[in-house]
């Protein structure tokens, strides 16, 4: 983690020992101490201000918190819009009315939070989190004994008796530019002497006086260990956050799962492990929080009273997935571990742990954004009121605008999940451009709404035995007799397991594939039908004209090998059907809102250029046809056929 902040500004951090300083002399190390931390943390000038004062804020308040999760969130959420940016040490108390206002906002952020640790995230996470990624291991016996901490297996539900801390408390002890309320050694921010006398104003509010000496000169590396926390949270990478994350839900390689009153930076012996049900169950809510917490506030309370909001679904497609990787990939001492061997089969697959550097393996082949649901929900918690930065792939939920998905389920099922976190593309705004549930099982159709659509699509199957799968693709359709695309597209298995297959990146580029019979009338001798991978004649994946005999072969030269279809029976290394018939087929315009709209506009404007040649073929020229009828060619080509047969003994004429 290299030097720490007192180590590298010695002389700033330390002037709280040496008398008082003017505001004047003291902002040039206020400003060289920000641009050390601007360097050391990605994280801006006004989110490393905000980060230190949400610091503050939870060393201060830890007898009067909710949880450590929701005080940082309300916390967060209260800020007035330029407390970020000024440096000056007391910034004026906002008015009456916009104190109301934030009180009015805190309350229901409180209550939001309070659902969102109650029915969503695991017990106990946010305390395990903080235990993980935010305090010294020195300062895990105190957090221990301390009885305000939350109970890991309490849902915190905002009632008369419990109340988020007032406001007007926070301006004054919380909103001024000391990164350390209780420490008068740590005073960048502010002059000695105030420092000092807003710790002892603290102090006394809160403990005998016996109590108002300051504590060990912690504040320092408290504050270094915050900040190299919120960073690996949201924006140190995948490995980073999930390493947290895996902590969070860490077993021993004895399989034990480490308790909430102890503190595993790692095990001991081996590598850390962790249930693969746990891991996955928690990126899911960390997902379905952050699209709560950016949700309208008033819906969730009314969803919440009626009892509405959404139940976390079983995550058997993705557990699995991870299993079977973890299970080819793992050394001999994994299964003997997890009881995949015969001495141990009486392990039941439940109990099934999995290594943090095979689960890093999997997530970047199969679901490459997993790791931007924490840091979406993180970002969320410190700066709601900020776009997610560049350094961060946003999760968001697919968006259906009101449709539903007969194949995918509600709005928040697993499925949607597990294809949101599979390109940044499947997220956002979807727009149905084809179901069979509405338009039938009709290729005419399914050609219709994908021909001229000049954007992004994702076409969803279900076979009638049960499989659900398909393909991306970013290229526009188009008929043709050859195979075309770029490499932004991929293969996909959703159910009964989940994977994930790209192009190979070699010699062939057979990526997409649209070619009706009546193109040609069979006179290609080509597969009709529409296909990803493979060659004309043998697609990889191929829809047929009729949807009867499909093809979902596990392999071919363009796409990364492995099963599209489920096994062809429930016996344990049944090999994978090739062929399927049709149960059901949805398509989606995918990519955000621009992207859906201009896809449909480019879309629009090919249907009228067609529609605009049909009209043009079917006019008759008026003028052409009656030269034509004077000057006797229209009635000796009308009655042409009459001389023709006139004369054969067997017709009889009537003039």
Sequence with gaps: MGNSISDCFPFEFNTANMGNNSSS??????QTTLAYLKERYPFSESEILRLVRCHSYLRSARKIRQSFLSDWAVFCATLPPDIDTSLQSHPQLPSDETLKVLRMLRKKRAHVMSIIEGRVLPSGFGRRLERVAFLLPKDIIDYRSSSMVESP????????????????????????????IKSPCCCFFCSDEEEKDRYNRRALLSNPPSTTTPPPDRSLERLDTFLQGASECSRRGAKASFSILFQCCTRTNHGRVTSDDSFVSSPSSGEMMASAEEVLDLGYSLA???????????????EQKNNNLVEKAALDALVKSLKEYCTTHSSPSYHSTNGTTSSSSSNSSEDQTIPLHLFLEWSERTVPLLHSCFATFMHTIYFPDLHVPSIITQFEFPNLKGNTSPLLGDKHSTLLFSLACMSPNLSGTWHRLFTTDNDGLSFNRLQLSLLGYNGPTLLIIRSTSGGIFGAYTA????????????????????????????????????????NPFARSRGGDKQAHGIGFGGT???????????????????????????????????????SSQKYFDVDAIEVWGVGGDDVVKNALHARSKQREIIDANIQKARQVDKRQFLDDFNTGIFESKAFAHKQQVQGRVDLHIEE
């Design 536 to 574: 004309t004649t043998q697609p990889r994946l191929f829809i047929d004209e009729s949807f009867d005999n499909c093809v979902g072969a596990s392999g071919d030269g363009t796409f990364e090998a492995g099963p599209l279809l489920p096994p062809s029976s429930s016996t344990p290394g049944a």
């Design 288 to 302: 379905l929080a952050s699209t709560l917490l950016t949700s309208d506030e008033e819906e969730l309370i009314n």
């Design 153 to 180: 297996t309490a849902t915190p539900i905002i009632t008369k008796s419990v109340h988020p801390p007032r406001i007007e408390e926070d301006y004054h002890y919380n909103c001024t530019k000391a990164p350390c």
């Design 25 to 30: 002399a003291s902002k040039e190390p206020k």
């Design 475 to 514: 290229s526009r359709w188009k008929e043709s007799k050859d195979f075309y695309g770029t490499r932004d597209c991929f293969l996909y298995q959703l159910y009964p397991t989940v994977k994930m297959y790209r192009p190979k990146g070699g010699v062939a580029q057979n990526y997409m594939y649209c």
